[in-house]
């Protein structure tokens, strides 16, 4: 193999990566969400407010793991299932 051809492979397995990657980032967001959609009657709209503004606001793996504890200690107290629990 030639050096353009090993270039085109690292680039098809990098892109591979990039949108495996991208898409289970996409299940993540699309369960945060829902999870926050189905708690909302429960917790209030200022509750509601709030967790959306952490949501969007998110900048590390702990922040998400943070809101991910908050919205399942919601669900707990008011014994209910979430999507963001689901396996991915």
């Known amino acids: 193999m030639n050096l353009n ?18 898409t289970v980032a996409s299940q ?3 369960r945060t969400l829902r999870s926050m959609d189905i708690l909302r009657p429960m917790i209030g709209e200022p509750s509601y407010i709030r967790f959306r503004a952490n949501f969007y606001s998110m900048g590390t793996e702990q922040d998400f793991a943070t809101l991910k504890s908050l919205l ?17």
């Open 72 to 88: 399942d200690a919601q669900a707990q107290r008011y014994k209910i299932s979430i999507p963001i629990d689901e396996p991915l």
């Open 5 to 22: 051809s090993l270039l085109c492979l690292a680039l098809v397995a990098s892109t591979l990566v990039s949108v495996s990657k991208l």
């Open 28 to 30: 993540i967001e699309s």
